[in-house]
């Protein structure tokens, strides 16, 4: 089982690991990782894998297998089993993915305040978000009051810190779970993402410490896809 670093520290851009097993023809299991495997609409995170000697691997993917174990698919020829590495992480692209992943808890905190809104699906990128909502109550005319309301929350610097709670404890506060409950990882631990005095949902994802870090959001999209269900595009800035 790889130790997921990620988890607990999102700050993390660099590591060293073992490799504990190869997955033929390009991907290797380390004892412990930094990079996110992707999930909950947010990409997985690139970098690269250096070995003791100097040479390097490019991170081009990761992914997280059935069995709990995190491979990274490597450009080259796998390295031996056993051997030390010392992982890299593209921050420039991770810090991206927080800020913005960051962005959509606030819109989606501001939005289930207003307007009961639940989360039906997200996609992050590197220089925007989307997010659907499932709200009757939430339309064109009050996108502007919800990106008023998103910064508002943003400039008052709240801290964003992470915590695990069993899952008897979440199943006594529904309102953690903002997507179906189906998407949520096995075990007795849930991972829980709190913007500190304001929201706090389940998440596996990589966030930014303090809302300030997110910027100015803008919601530069919306599209009615249905009766409940809203598209709305977020860029920072």
């Known amino acids: ?32 990782t930094a990079f996110y495997p992707g999930g909950g609409g947010q990409p997985n995170d690139q970098g690269w894998l250096s070995l003791s000697g100097g040479k390097r691997f490019t991170v081009t993917a990761v992914r997280k297998a ?11 020829e796998n390295p031996a089993l056993g051997e030390r590495v010392h992982g890299i992480i593209d921050w420039n692209l ?10 959509l808890h606030v819109v989606s905190g501001v939005a289930y305040n207003l307007y009961n809104a639940k989360i039906t699906g997200s996609n992050i990128y590197s220089d925007r978000a989307r997010m659907d909502l499932s709200s009757e ?18 400039m008052e610097d709240h801290r964003i810190t992470v915590r695990f709670i069993r899952r008897e404890e979440a199943a006594n506060n529904p309102s953690l ?5 189906s998407l949520y990882p096995q075990g007795d631990m849930l991972r829980v993402v709190e913007i500190e005095g304001f929201d706090a949902q389940f998440d596996g994802g990589t966030h930014v410490s303090s809302t300030t870090e ?24």
């Open 1 to 32: 089982m790889t130790e997921y670093l990620y988890s607990t520290d999102s700050y993390m851009r660099e590591f060293d690991a073992v490799i504990t097993d190869l997955v033929p023809p390009n991907g290797v299991v380390l004892d412990k």
């Open 137 to 154: 109550q939430f339309d064109r005319s009050k996108v502007s009051h919800l990106q008023d309301e998103a910064n508002k929350i943003v």
């Open 94 to 103: 991770r810090y991206s993915y927080m800020r913005h992943h960051s962005a």
């Open 177 to 181: 779970a903002r997507v179906d409950p």
């Open 214 to 237: 997110i910027g100015r959001i803008t919601i530069s999209r919306f599209e009615n896809k249905g009766r409940t269900n809203k598209r709305i595009e977020v860029v920072l800035s």
């Open 66 to 76: 059935d069995d709990g174990r995190i491979v990274h698919l490597i450009d080259g």
